[in-house]
């Protein structure tokens, strides 16, 4: 793993450190209504994620909850966090659920899409974006009224992925806080090809595509990290998360670090949208995939 930068990023973070009262409080959701990820998979009550956040809240002074019990997700509750950071998969109000835990409730999602809208703050890893998928076909982009209201909150929504391979990252908002003096890096990761990106988009990292493998990634740059306003709540994501390596890279905690204290108003950021300067193409689709090779005769 190539990480330029890494050492700058990491500075930059540490400045962001403690002596903030009271302190923040986080909730991680990380229910798995579709495919569930190795990070999420609960082994003796505990994951790679959970562990991963509640020893950064630890190191930088904000306090962590987590759950997988969509049940959580009602407005007297929602009330006492000052963020959510989501690691989900699938329709989270559906009772059919790999992992085997209680659903969102309908009112609830409502309930969670309002409390960001009022001011709360959202952060997305990887496969938040493979969550309440709109209406319509997978490799195109859908009218507004036709995309899931979870995925405009969001800003971008998952369509597929090729196999897992190094691939470069271009920083594109270099004075966001936390990510000051930060350079292009090149990781290994299982990268998302992304679809229904909204215009307001502060664009931090874009997906260089040149050179990659397979035909989710045969488009122009675009958004992979980035920063908006969900009308008053601070929304965050990054496609980044899938390895276990991933999220024990002190790179990636940096960028969990700089996105917990933008998304609870512990630092402050320029977000003017860029995307269309950054990633002007990032409408255009991969093509679809080729057809499955025919069973050979026995």
């Known amino acids: 793993m190539r990480t330029a930068g890494l050492a700058t990023l990491a500075l930059a973070s540490q400045s962001l450190r403690a002596n903030f009262a009271p302190k923040k409080r986080l909730?991680?959701?990380?229910?798995s209504a579709g495919f569930q990820h190795e990070v999420v998979k609960?082994?003796?009550?505990?994951?790679?994620?959970?562990?991963?956040?509640?020893?950064l809240g630890s190191k930088h002074d904000f306090e962590v909850e987590c759950t997988k019990d969509g049940r959580i997700f009602e407005p007297e509750t929602l009330a006492k966090f000052d963020a959510?950071?989501?690691?989900?998969?699938?329709?989270?109000?559906?009772?059919?659920?790999?992992?085997?835990?209680?659903?969102?409730?309908?009112?609830?999602?409502?309930?969670?899409?309002?409390?960001?809208?009022?001011?709360?703050?959202?952060?997305g890893s990887h496969c938040a974006a493979d969550t309440f998928h709109s209406q319509g076909e997978a490799r195109k982009n859908q009218p507004l009224p036709d995309v899931d209201p979870y995925i405009r909150m969001l800003g971008g929504e998952f369509i597929s992925h090729g196999p897992e391979q190094p691939a470069k990252m271009v920083v594109t908002a270099k004075n966001f806080p936390g990510m000051t003096g930060v350079e292009d890096f090149t990781l290994n990761e299982e990268w998302y090809s992304l679809k229904n990106h909204s215009k307001d988009l502060h664009v931090l990292m874009v997906q260089d595509t040149a050179g990659m493998k397979g035909v989710d990634y045969e488009r122009p740059k675009y958004p992979a990290t980035w920063a908006r306003m969900h009308s008053k709540g601070r929304v965050f994501y990054t496609s980044m998360g899938h390895r276990e390596d991933v999220w024990t890279n002190p790179l990636f905690h940096n960028v969990l670090v700089a996105a917990v204290n933008w998304t609870t108003r512990r630092t402050d950021a320029d977000i003017t949208p860029n995307i269309d300067e950054v990633a002007p193409q990032a409408a255009t689709m991969p093509p679809p995939p080729p057809p499955p090779a025919p069973a050979k005769k026995k």
Do not use: Q, W
């Open 27 to 31: 909730l991680v959701f990380t229910r």
């Open 42 to 55: 609960l082994k003796n009550d505990t994951c790679l994620v959970h562990e991963t956040m509640k020893n």
């Open 84 to 123: 959510f950071l989501f690691y989900t998969t699938g329709d989270l109000t559906s009772e059919k659920c790999e992992d085997g835990t209680p659903p969102m409730s309908k009112s609830g999602k409502i309930a969670f899409l309002n409390a960001v809208a009022a001011g709360k703050g959202f952060i």
